[in-house]
Structures are given as C-alpha cells and as structure tokens.
C-alpha cells in the first residue's frame, strides 16, 4: 500500500482512540454510582466526625476531672468562723499523700458554678453556700480517696469529698458509646459503598458482554478491559464523594455555627482541628481508591468465567 | 530430520454445542505457516465453526489443536491473548463494536497490541482509503451498509499485518469488484508472510485464485477435495 496524501477529515486531526473500548456509562446503571456514593460518602464523613469528636471530648473529660477532687465545706456560723475553719481542712489536706495543691474557690466562682442550676445570681449571693475546694492530685489515683473522706468525717460529718469518678464514668461510658455507634455506622456505610461498586461493576459487565467478548478474541488482556472499568469508576467515586465531603462540609460548619455559642459549665465543646478536617478529607481518596481496586478485582473475577 | 512444524495442526478434532450433536467430527488436518487455504462446504457444514476454534473462541469437545506450536489444551489463559492478537479475523457478523467511529474499530487491534504513535494514524487511514471507506471515516459502523461494514471488518483484520488470518465468508456482502480487490489485499498480506484461511461457499472465488481446499460436510473433513495437506 502506498501513502496517500491525508484528507482533512476530522480524522486526520486527532488523537485515535482516546475513549473507552467499551460504552461504561451508556445504558448501565452505573451512571447512578455517583448519586448512590453522594450520600453515602456524606454519611461516612459525618460518622467520622462524629467519632473524632467523642475522642476529642473524652481526652478533655479525662484531662480534666483525672485527679480533680472536689471538697465541699458546708458553712458554721458566721462568715470568719467559717474561713478559719475551712483554712484548717486547707493545711489537714495539704498533708495528704498525693495531693498536690488546694484551692478554696471564691464566693463569686462558686455562683457562677451554681447559677445556671439555681439561678439569679444576686440570690445566690445572699445565701449561705458551702465552700468548694478544689483539691488537684498528683495522679488519677495518687489521693486514697476512702482515707481522705474519713479524715475530713472526723472534722465535719457533713463534708463531702467527691472525685468525680462516679459521674465522670458513665458520662464517659455514654461518650463512648456514642463513638462505637458512630463507627459502627461508619463500618456499615462503607460496607454499603462496596457493595454498590461490586453491584456497578457487574452491571456494566453484564451489559456491555458482548463488547468485552469482542475486545477478547482481539487479543485484549484482561488488565486491559479491567482498566477500562476502573477509570469509569475512577470518574464516578471521585464525582460521588467530592459531592458527599461539599455536603458533610456544610453540614458540620453549619452546626458549629449552631451550636458553638451554647455554653454547658463544667464541659469541653469538642471541636474539629486542622488534623481532623484532614482525616475527613482523606474519606474520598479512601473511597476512590477502594472503588478503583474492587472494581478491578470484581472484573477480574468476572472475566476470568469467559473463555 | 528437520521438519518444521505446521502452523495449525488438528487431531482428531470434534466440537459440539452444550451437550448438542458433534458440529465438527474427527477433523485432522494441518496447515503449514504462509499457506492460504479455503473453507468451502454447503451451509451448516461447520466452515464457521472451524474457524472459530481456530481463532481460540471455543475450545474443542475432543481431539487435540496446535497452533504457533503451542498446544492449545494446555495453553495457560494468561497466554490467550498474545496468541489471539497473532491471528486477524473476518467475522460472518463483523462484530464491530458501533460506539466507536471506523477508525477507531481498525485501530483497535493495535492499541490492543499497544501500538501508539502518529504511524497508527496514517496507516489506518490508508488502509480505511484502500478499502474504499475513506470518505467515512468518522462514521459509526451502525450508519454503513453491510458491504461498507464488512470492509471495515476487513480493514480491522489486517491492521496489524496477523501472522494468521481467518475470514468468515469475507465476500458474502460485496459485489465481484470490491469482492477481489478485497481478496488482492488478502493475497498481498499472503505475499508478507501471512498464513490466509478463508471459509467461502463461493466456488468462482475458489476457482478464480486457485488455492487450496478444505471441504466440509455434516462436520466432516473431505481430504478427497482438498489440495490442502489433509491427513485422514
């Protein structure tokens, strides 16, 4: 054969074969991968942020109350009676193994500690509340607490010695909780993800058989119609879970707007730092990739019943 | 003695569809590599399974195939596709694949063999020239005529000059014109060293380029009619 001189078709000026071998996205149901991973992707960022969180509250709670003690000393008579005596449980406590500093909190800290729960504060004022120390120990269980409520018993049965430790528990019992559900959820999503990929794939395999089969007697390997699926569901994942992380974005922006200014005393409000958005972020990749690879692995398996 | 080994060597060969009656019946034969040999028989004689086994399509219910001197029983399916892309076929239906413009049909079988550059471009074009498709060469095959479609078949066949090419009834949709300057192409491939296998029932054809025969009937080879090494 000899050479011609090129026509100017539009043939002439492009690349060949630039496309897919095989029609993905032409009839198949695949085309709604993207709106099925949307959702779902969303469902997954939020599950991990839920879980981050509870982590970052549960590391503040336990920052916090680890070796706090509270003494409550209720007032005797008048108001220098009262600071003489609490200077004496001040010097009895100093003493204790393991505790290493006490604090009496002033009468306004201790309103301000009970006005959300007993109100007006100018009230409060008048009333003859007890004295909170704030006893910090050198460790979570650096103070015996048993032989400190006893000493403190000795002086004054009404003291009370609290460590937190009751409360403290199931608060975090709950957090965690919370945390499991949350990544319970997140395992289950994920688990729903692939099985949309795996469903997509053999959709479109089913589907576009008969091309495949071509491809195949022409000497296509079977990497070759596997790449083939994996740059649609390249295209798809990315498409699905960028949407989902724009939405779960929003989403937990908008609720930090909403609920940021309420103010619980005696809690942390857990926030998503630099490193947390990151990991939320790292949710896409992980859903591309994932897809990329259980695509091929499904379309392996599937070409590997033909002939 | 040194004898070289035949391109395609059947032995006792059967194949059946399912658990159907035997479509090809104890077929020994062999064709030695840079030989061009016809197909012929009667309709339901089995040319088109024949040339299915021979392009590794279907494997046979019994008997043994040796092709490239490679036995095809024990053939690893990993190693399927570098034999396949060794061999061009005409199918009876074309099957080309309609979401891809003509070029694209012809240049597949290079891009399979991963074969890229501005060289894949003008070639294809020029072949898409020779067989008289120039001038549709963004079509999609759905859009051509049957004749038009068989070309593009053709063309797709010979892109990438096979070591082994089996045509499926090449001519059944061309007048006599394009119908030889079809089979010159074949014959010219033929002259590059390609072993040419052309399943036909079209006796002038047969006649007109003089090769040699394999006779089909009821699944059964002819030797008696063939001028193709045929072993009974």
Partial sequence: MTARPASRSRANDRKIGRGLDIPLGTGGPDRFLAWLLAPMTYLAILAVAVALLVGDLLAHWDNAAAGVISVQVPPIGDRIATTARVGQIMDIIEEVDGVASVRALPPDETVELLEPWLGDAAILAELSLPVMLDVRADGPEAVDIAALTATMHEIDAEITVDDHGIWLDQILGAAETVGAIALASLGLVALAILASIVLAARAGFAIHRQTIEILHLMGATDRYIARQFQRRMLSLTLRGALAGLVIAAITLVAVHFLVGPVRVPLTHAPTLGPLDWVLLCLVVPITVGVGWAISRLTILAALSRLA | ?232
Wanted: glycine share 10%; no cysteine; net charge neutral.
């Fill in chain 2, 1 to 232: 003695m040194n004898r070289v080994e035949p391109l395609i060597r059947f032995d006792h060969v059967g194949l059946r569809y399912g658990s159907g009656p035997e479509v090809l019946r104890d077929l020994t034969f062999t064709v030695p590599a840079g030989a061009f040999a016809f197909v012929t028989g009667p309709s339901g004689a089995g040319k088109s399974s024949l040339i299915r086994l021979m392009h590794l399509s279907h494997r046979p219910s019994r008997g043994l195939i040796r092709m490239f001197g490679r036995d095809m029983a024990t053939l690893a399916k990993r190693d399927l596709p570098a034999i396949r892309r060794r061999i061009g076929v005409v199918f009876q239906d074309f099957q080309l694949l309609n979401h891809l413009s003509i070029v694209d049909n012809v240049a597949l079988p290079l891009r399979l063999a991963g074969v890229n550059g501005d060289g894949v471009r003008s070639h294809v074009l020029d072949l898409l020239r020779w067989v008289g498709l120039g001038d549709r060469l963004e079509a999609s095959p759905a859009t051509l005529s049957g004749g038009e479609q068989q070309r593009v078949a053709i063309a797709r066949a010979v892109i990438n000059r096979p070591d082994l090419l089996l045509a499926d009834e090449p001519t059944g949709n061309v007048d006599d014109e394009i119908g030889m300057r079809l089979m010159q192409l074949f014959e010219e491939l033929h002259k590059l060293g390609t072993t040419v296998i052309v399943a036909t029932h079209d006796q002038n054809l047969i006649e007109r380029l003089g090769h040699s025969v394999m006779s089909l009937q009821d699944g059964y080879l002819y030797p008696g009619l063939a001028k193709a090494e045929a072993a009974s």
